[in-house]
Structure formats: structure tokens, C-alpha cells
């Protein structure tokens, strides 16, 4: 089983920055890919960005540039360093683990992120 804790979120003014975290107990394998993904009200949940390695990472064309995506696989945690955040980046942000050997996805309870003046 996999257990996946995120925390970070908060209010922050256009234009702030914010740092995610979420914390996976269990069955963790440091390969398999990590990631946060976005839920705004009346909308789809979206992909944010991913990590498999250090390098093998992805992100959403709205954040490239300003959102960074890192992983501790010594402490089992991903991070999502927020930068320049605008209005419209207000959502719940969820962690997300996929082990690819069962083809599951797990998720984090989420943590709002509201980004107003």
C-alpha cells in the first residue's frame, strides 16, 4: 500500500511563491514516476508536472518556466517549487504516485493553493 501526504499550500499574493511537498510511505519504488496534478472549481483535474529522475521531468506548457518539479528518493518526497504564480493557478493541488508495475495510480488528499490580491 501507499500512503502519500502533501502540504504547502496556502494564500499568496500574483506574482508570490510557494513550495509543495508530499511525503509517500509504503511501497515506493524511486523509478516510478512522481507528480502533482491541479483541480480548479468546475474544472478537470490536469497534470502539473512529473518526475521519474532527475532529469526525465515534464510540466504543463502554463507553467514551464515558472513551476519546478524535484524528488528525494532518499526521503521519499517529491517537491513543487511555485514561482511567479497568477490568479489563474488557484486550485487543489494533489500528489500523485503511479507504480508501474500494478498500473495504479495513488493520491495525496490535497492541499489548496489560492493565489489572490
Known amino acids: 500500500q501507499v500512503r502519500l501526504v502533501g502540504s504547502g499550500g496556502g494564500l499568496v499574493q500574483p506574482g508570490g511563491s510557494l513550495r509543495l511537498s508530499c511525503a509517500a510511505s509504503g511501497s515506493i519504488i524511486g523509478s516510478y514516476p512522481m507528480g502533482w496534478y491541479r483541480q480548479a472549481p468546475g474544472k478537470q483535474r490536469e497534470l502539473v508536472a512529473t518526475i521519474r529522475s532527475g532529469d526525465n521531468v515534464n510540466y504543463a506548457d502554463s507553467v514551464k518556466g515558472r513551476f519546478f518539479i524535484s524528488r528525494d528518493n532518499a526521503k521519499n518526497t517529491v517537491y513543487l517549487q511555485m514561482n511567479s504564480l497568477k490568479p489563474e493557478d488557484t486550485a487543489v493541488y494533489y500528489c500523485?504516485?503511479?507504480?508501474?508495475?500494478?498500473?495504479?495510480?495513488?493520491w495525496g488528499q490535497g492541499t489548496q493553493v489560492t493565489v489572490s490580491s
Open positions: 500523485n504516485y503511479h507504480s508501474l508495475l500494478s498500473n495504479k495510480d495513488y
